[in-house]
């Protein structure tokens, strides 16, 4: 193999795996910083405080990976959560209470894609109106009280099978099916498509719109059992949980390798990528390091992730453009 193929191949590989390299650093190093960081407990306690937001950050891909965007994660949680909730404690089900957080996150998101597909809106602002909408909702239903004495319906956060959290099984039930979604499928190839360049994806015969409006109804799903989770996890009905998750949730992508401009992501990047948000509070907290720092270090840790994506996409710019200069003028052609 010459230096320039070994060069390529060396940034080809160290740029497809480079986020599971800076996990597995971010874990040698916590484990030095802290002798319990690598504990069962400590492990398990990691994996189901991050359960719900990693479920939200695979809603969150599906969505970037297309192009699209949802503000309004957070809010609809909360109110799925206080209604699922408020229905367990009316009926004493527990299916009807899972069935409603579900409906309600498909219904907010269904709201959501039809404002953006059918009156071309962006779906920044459509999203962050639902998310004032779903917010005012929850606050509204509740008067603004929490809602407590919520039973058995802490089986759903608070139960585990065998040593392993319930929150953390739904996270990667959930996990496995977008990876499935996203590489063994029609729609996960058309979502890559429309992310892309949605105009040539509509001229190669992609229902744009009604892709959209699936990968919309799917985060639905997601955020609807993550409603339902987090009440039970908390054991009460809370209208303002969920406060900045959808943001947690992007984070977690992005860090993860999604692109924010669309076309490029995957499910097992963003669970690297939310461990490593996951691990960084959890050595934060160890380090016993104040709440204030703690949130100016993941604002930084945004901006970062965002700027290097920014950049990642200028080399790979760069690089098809090279490529297409290089292969039109060969020596020796006309």
């Known amino acids: 193999m010459s230096s320039p193929d070994l060069v390529n ?8 795996y480079s986020i599971y390299l800076v996990l597995a650093a971010m874990i040698v190093i916590s484990s030095i910083i802290s002798p319990v960081f690598l504990s069962t407990l400590n492990i398990t306690n990691i994996s189901r405080q991050i ?5 939200l950050a695979f809603g969150a891909t599906i969505l970037i990976i297309a192009g699209l965007l949802d503000l309004s994660a957070g809010s609809v949680l909360a109110l799925a959560g206080v209604l699922s909730v408020a229905s367990y404690k009316a009926t004493g089900s527990l299916a009807l209470a899972m069935a409603v957080g579900l409906a309600v996150g498909v219904v907010c998101n269904i709201v959501n894609g039809i404002i953006v597909t059918r009156f071309n809106t962006p779906p920044f602002i459509a999203t962050l109106a639902m998310q004032t909408v779903a917010r ?58 429309i992310g892309g360049n949605a105009e040539a994806a509509r001229a190669s015969g992609i229902n744009v719109n009604a892709v959209k409006m ?22 009460a009905g809370l209208p303002n949980a969920g406060i900045m998750a ?38 934060m907290n160890l380090m016993r390091v104040q709440s204030y720092m703690q949130q100016i270090v ?37």
Request: aromatic residues 10%.
């Open 136 to 193: 005012g909702a929850a606050l509204q239903y509740t008067s603004g009280q929490n809602i407590y004495q919520i039973g058995n319906y802490v089986v759903f956060g608070q139960s585990s099978v065998g040593p392993i959290p319930t929150p953390v099984l739904f996270m990667v039930g959930i996990g496995v099916v977008t990876w499935y979604l996203l590489r063994h499928t029609r729609l996960g190839r058309s979502l890559y498509a």
């Open 214 to 235: 699936k990968a919309y109804l799917i985060n639905g799903v997601f955020v609807g059992i993550a409603g339902v989770l987090f009440m039970s996890r908390v054991n």
């Open 246 to 283: 959808e943001f947690e949730a992007m984070t977690s992508a992005i860090i993860g390798g999604t692109s924010f401009s669309g076309g490029i992501g995957t499910a097992s990047g963003t669970l690297a990528g939310a461990f490593i948000m996951g691990i960084l509070n959890n050595i």
């Open 298 to 334: 993941r604002g930084a840790i945004i901006a970062l992730a965002v700027c290097y994506d920014i950049y990642s996409k200028k080399k790979r710019e760069a690089r098809k453009l090279g490529s297409r200069v290089k292969s039109e003028f060969q020596p020796g052609q006309a």
């Open 51 to 55: 359960s719900i937001t990693t479920i």
């Open 9 to 16: 191949t060396i940034r080809k590989y160290s740029s497809r």
